[in-house]
């Protein structure tokens, strides 16, 4: 009932940009906090970054002022702007958001992931 589509990942080189987008569509009734995480090989999922539905923001330090994250609330949408990207930053993204479906309340919602390389 509820999906998560990210977009915007690929191959950079260091020193570059790039810009990670994730809609959510469906039977939203209301969204909380959006946010991005990601896998790097051989690693745990951490934490990038998250915005609430006001606009705070939360960042992993590894990320603090290279990336910035923000949200479209009218389309539900969240967005990760990532400059300075460097070999650590290697990771496939996901996008996860805490959403209320008419019915069933409010549940943890996950992206497919993106791949981000980034060649040194």
């Known amino acids: 009932q509820v999906q998560l589509v990210e977009s915007g990942g690929g191959l950079v080189q260091a020193g570059g940009s790039l810009r990670l987008s994730c809609a959510a569509s469906?039977?939203?009734?209301?969204?909380?906090?959006m946010g991005w995480y990601r896998r790097a090989p051989g690693k745990q999922r951490e934490l990038v970054a998250v915005?609430?539905?006001?606009?705070?923001?939360n960042y992993a330090d590894s990320v603090k002022g290279r990336f910035t994250i923000s949200r479209d609330n009218a389309k539900n949408t969240v967005l990760l702007q990532m400059n300075r990207l460097n070999s650590e930053d290697t990771a496939v993204y996901y996008c996860?958001?805490?959403?209320?479906?008419?019915?069933?309340?409010?549940?943890?919602?996950w992206g497919q992931g993106t791949q981000v390389t980034v060649s040194s």
């Open positions: 915005i609430t539905g006001g606009g705070s923001t």
């Open positions: 469906g039977s939203i009734f209301s969204i909380n906090f």
């Open positions: 996860n958001a805490r959403i209320e479906v008419a019915g069933l309340g409010w549940n943890d919602y």
